[in-house]
């Protein structure tokens, strides 16, 4: 079945340690994109990419790093710059264009 | 950049009874997409609207997109305990395909 796989479901880290979220689809989306989502928000967009080797900055993109070498692949980095990393963390992808946007599961980062 | 209001926030009601979720834009919007997260999930998408004064139904769901395409509602009938969740409207912000803005989203809790 097609889709898109995030993981870790849970994590928890140490402050002052970067942690990678990983995000791979088998839909042959070319956008993908990356959300975050705190308690009583809406989703925020972290970083998107629309390309192979091309990514964008969002709305909150300080703290975190992305890279985009694989058309299936978008992992998240939350580095230890990122203030307040707790948070449910959000991949999603689209074929192109204003189209629907497909979610993976979410991961759930808590910083002890 | 573009954006929209979402109200109201949380929506309690008795099973049976009808739910509203409104949003609304300052600016004209090119279309509007409706999603729905259910508690503890990741967001699904249920529709987008392009024309103005467009209606579309699934089900109880009535999906309204205003004549001046500023504003946005989705009604559900005679509500059910499987609606539960939130749901979000989400427009496109136009400066690059595929970027959506979120709606804080309308917490719905059914009461069975």
């Known amino acids: 079945d097609g889709g898109i796989t995030q993981s870790p479901k849970y994590l928890f880290r140490k402050e002052g340690q970067n942690v990678t979220l990983s995000c791979e689809q088998n839909?042959?989306?070319?956008?993908m994109y990356w959300y975050r989502q705190d308690p009583g928000q809406g989703l925020r967009l972290i970083y998107y990419?629309?390309?192979?080797?091309?990514?964008q900055k969002g709305d909150i993109a300080e703290g975190y790093s992305v890279s985009r070498e694989k058309k299936e692949s978008f992992p998240l980095t939350v580095t230890s710059a990122q203030k307040n990393p707790t948070a449910f963390y959000l991949c999603?992808?689209?074929?192109?264009?204003?189209?629907?946007?497909?979610f993976g599961e979410g991961s759930r980062l808590t910083v002890l | 950049g573009q954006q929209v209001m979402q109200i109201p926030q949380y929506q309690h009601v008795q099973e049976g009874e009808d739910f509203t979720t409104y949003c609304n834009s300052s600016?004209?919007?090119?279309?509007i997409q409706w999603y729905k997260q259910r508690p503890g999930g990741h967001p699904v998408f249920l529709i987008q609207?392009?024309?103005?004064?467009e209606v579309k139904k699934q089900k109880r769901l009535t999906f309204q997109f205003g004549e001046a395409k500023k504003n946005s509602s989705l009604h559900i009938t005679a509500t059910q305990t499987t609606d539960v969740g939130t749901y979000f409207c989400?427009?496109?912000?136009?400066?690059?395909?595929?970027?959506?803005?979120f709606g804080r989203g309308t917490q719905l809790t059914v009461w069975p």
């Open positions: 999603a992808s689209t074929l192109g264009g204003a189209g629907e946007l497909f």
């Open positions: 839909l042959n989306h070319d956008a």
């Open positions: 990419s629309q390309i192979v080797n091309d990514f």
């Open positions: 600016t004209t919007l090119s279309n």
């Open positions: 609207l392009v024309k103005s004064g």
């Open positions: 989400a427009v496109d912000r136009g400066s690059t395909l595929g970027r959506l803005y």
